[in-house]
């Protein structure tokens, strides 16, 4: 019974999470026009997932977003329950369920967990994350996860988010294992369309001039993108990342850095961004799923980490060429 040792079990009460006062809160959000200020894009391409999860910890609310041709719609919204004690998580035990951008892992079922504390189903997160372990967070076992119809939803978790038996049946259509983000939030914060608009564009911005600085080999440009404490697989740091990049430069004539629609999803300063990606120069060629992880500094980002994981060459050409059909004429290819 490791596995389910390692989960949420419910504990008592639950302590009400303060409220940002500079932000509409999602009760008095009547108004479709407005979208949830942390979910800017979601990718067209079908190896990711079509749907995002955002837990609202002040209202007591999971919500889950699709992707709508170009636009971003709430489609479900359900009651949930919450960690006992208010706040961000930051240790083991503490019993308050962490803010951030997290993954649904894994897929639990019984005999695996018991039915008395997780319900009909339950889906891991990777807390702590990328950020988490940063700023030294610990604890493990946050799941998203149902409970007996008779337990009521205002006990309060371990730290997990907690759901009804037949909302978790439900969940389980939109869940991509390891693709589908469930987004934890003190509280959602909503912005009118035309901002949520302007900072897609931003974004979308940043990525386009990273990648364009990669392309064209400016690896001072490059480099400005990265924070001083970079880290990417393969024990990679700031140093050996550059020396890495000068080095290819030296074997390649050229590179060409083709991706799809990224994904985009924020966290206050926290900034994930996944993308297929067609590297090409004239040695070499591969197809990949980019992902990377970035936190504001000023007005900006800076890449902390970068990941690179092989996918289908034919999957990520016809994301590639549907990305080309939509782009706009200021982001025409380069």
């Known amino acids: 019974m490791r596995r389910f040792l390692a989960g949420c079990a419910i504990s008592f009460f639950v302590l009400p999470s303060l409220a940002d006062s500079t932000s509409l809160k999602s009760s008095q959000i009547e108004n479709h026009e407005l979208l949830p200020a942390p979910l800017l894009q979601i990718s067209e391409t079908e190896a990711f997932s079509r749907y995002v999860l955002l837990v609202d910890k002040e209202k007591r609310k999971l919500s889950v977003f699709e992707r709508n041709g170009e636009k971003i719609k709430k489609i479900e919204e359900y009651p949930a329950d919450i960690g006992k004690n208010g706040g961000n998580k930051t240790k083991r035990d503490d019993h308050k ?93 909503y912005i009118a369309k035309e901002e949520h608009e302007k900072r897609r564009q931003e974004l979308n911005s940043f990525i386009e001039n990273w990648r364009l600085s990669w392309e064209k080999q400016d690896i001072d440009q490059y480099m400005s993108f990265y924070d001083p404490g970079f880290k990417a697989p393969g024990g990679y740091n700031f140093r050996t990342w550059k020396n890495h990049k000068n080095n290819l430069k030296s074997k390649y004539d050229f590179i060409k850095v083709h991706f799809s629609q990224p994904y985009i999803v924020q966290h206050n300063d926290q900034l994930v961004v996944k993308a297929l990606q067609r590297y090409e120069s004239d040695k070499h060629v591969d197809y990949g799923v980019k992902t990377i992880y970035a936190l504001r500094e000023g007005s900006s980002f800076k890449i902390i980490r970068e990941e690179w994981a092989p996918f289908s060459e034919k999957a990520v050409a016809a994301a590639i060429a549907q990305t080309n059909d939509i782009r706009t004429p200021s982001q025409s290819k380069q």
């Open 97 to 189: 369920t962490p803010e951030g951008i997290y993954f649904l892992g894994e897929k639990l079922t019984q005999p695996a967990i018991p039915f008395s504390l997780y319900g009909a189903l339950a889906f891991t997160t990777d807390y702590p994350n990328i950020f988490d372990k940063r700023e030294n967070k610990t604890g493990s076992g946050i799941w998203l996860h149902a409970v007996p119809d008779e337990t009521p939803l205002t006990r309060g978790s371990r730290g997990c988010v907690v759901v009804r038996n037949e909302v978790i049946k439900k969940l389980d259509e939109y869940v991509k294992l390891g693709e589908t983000p469930i987004l934890i939030f003190d509280q959602v914060n």
